[in-house]
């Protein structure tokens, strides 16, 4: 019987690792607008999110948006929009990401409390999904479909 990472890689998936935390995340490196930077993996965000904070360091160009984000606690949050960015995760990459920024200053302080490190933002489902991905919480890694394979 063939290995989960063998048949997937199979079917031109890219396996990616994931670093485990003291606060029971998953964190991946990505970069975003050829930026490197480290995020929570949350398949229950439903957009990639980023700090408000780190908008110049990814170039991010952003526009009001009337959608309220919540998580970790915090509700009813001030969002801006960027269109029309890439992110590359391993080998795996998408352009005309939208990405969805608000202060993560909550989330940061969560971490922090808990002796882990701060985070530029979260790889949530829509990346996920684009990705096709399977998460394989044995090895600590998730694999993302190449692109122009089915």
Request: charged share 25%; proline share 1%.
């Amino acid at each position: 019987m063939l290995s989960l990472k063998k048949f997937l890689k199979k079917k031109n998936y890219i396996q990616i690792p994931l670093v485990y935390t003291a606060t029971n995340h998953f964190e991946v490196v990505a970069k975003i607008n050829g930026i490197l930077g480290c995020f929570i993996l949350d398949t229950g965000a439903s957009n990639t999110c980023i700090g408000l904070d780190k908008t110049e360091l990814f170039n991010l160009n952003s526009k009001e948006s009337k959608i309220k984000a919540a998580g970790a606690g915090a509700t009813n949050m001030e969002t801006m929009i960027s269109t029309k960015n890439s992110i590359k995760i391993g080998k795996w990459s998408k352009k005309k990401l939208k990405i969805v920024l608000f202060d993560l200053t909550h989330v940061n302080e969560a971490l922090t409390t808990h002796k882990a490190l701060p985070v530029d933002g979260i790889i949530g489902a829509d990346v996920l999904k684009k990705g096709k991905a399977i998460i394989d919480y044995e090895k600590s890694c998730v694999y993302l479909k190449q692109k122009g394979s089915k």
